[in-house]
């Protein structure tokens, strides 16, 4: 999850649909990871996370999936609604060491009526 | 609602002057952090504290000073700062600092909005 570039990828949607934001990592020994939400002018909000014994966990209305093959991690947003508007941003962190979470770039999630 | 309490929310300062950032939570978290934000990037770390005492320090500039005076308060110093210092400082905790791992996420506040003129 390294950042790079200075314009977040953006994901645009219509109210109803089902959303999916991707992630990949790049640390191999990560072995924990994170989806925030953050709102414009608010700080991130903790989602979901997984650890890397599990390929997938499921919340209210969201969904991730990892894959430790390949190092990539995704929402799923399921029945999307003009809330659920935001920055998602992924974080890794790897157990074994302090409490350091690495972010990914992030994406816009732009949902339409 | 996030229960990590930051204040102010706005704040803007010249570059000789000397203000702060604070930080509250209550939930009995033992490890509290300062992350700083830019517009359109992901948070980066500055300093982790784990029972009041420091022990992450992201080699930030000595500009920015760090305190913990006790298990709930976190404050970040700040004096003679530059304008590209200019960023949402973000305060967040979790239960303490051993391993992130469920159970022990780390939880934000909304931030601060610094602006160095």
């Known amino acids: 999850g390294e950042s790079v570039g200075l314009h977040l990828p953006t994901l645009s949607v219509q109210e109803g649909d089902n959303s999916i934001i991707n992630c990949a990592y790049s640390n191999s020994a990560s072995d924990y990871f994170i989806w925030y939400k953050q709102e414009s002018g608010k700080g991130p909000q903790f989602i979901i996370d997984i650890r890397s014994n599990m390929d997938k966990r499921q919340g209210q209305r969201v969904t991730v999936l990892l894959n430790k093959t390949v190092k990539h991690l995704s929402l799923q947003i399921a029945a999307t609604q003009p809330g659920d508007s935001a920055v998602y941003f992924c974080a890794e962190a790897n157990s074994g060491g302090y409490n350091k979470l690495i972010f990914g770039a992030g994406t816009r999630l732009a949902v339409h009526p | 609602d996030t229960e990590v309490t930051q204040t102010p929310k706005h704040l803007v300062m010249g570059m000789t002057n000397k203000k702060s950032l604070k930080c509250e939570q209550h939930?009995?978290?033992?490890?509290m952090y300062w992350y700083k934000q830019k517009a359109k990037k992901p948070p980066e770390l500055m300093f982790v504290y784990s029972y009041e005492k420091l022990s992450i320090n992201e080699s930030v500039p000595s500009r920015f000073s760090p305190e913990c005076p006790n298990s709930s308060l976190l404050n970040l110093h700040l004096h003679a700062l530059q304008p590209e210092d200019s960023a949402l400082y973000l305060c967040?905790?979790?239960?303490?600092?051993?391993?992130?791992?469920?159970?022990?996420?780390?939880?934000f506040g909304e931030g601060s909005w610094l602006t160095v003129v």
């Open positions: 967040a905790s979790s239960q303490d600092e051993d391993r992130v791992v469920s159970g022990n996420t780390i939880y």
């Open positions: 939930m009995g978290h033992r490890a």
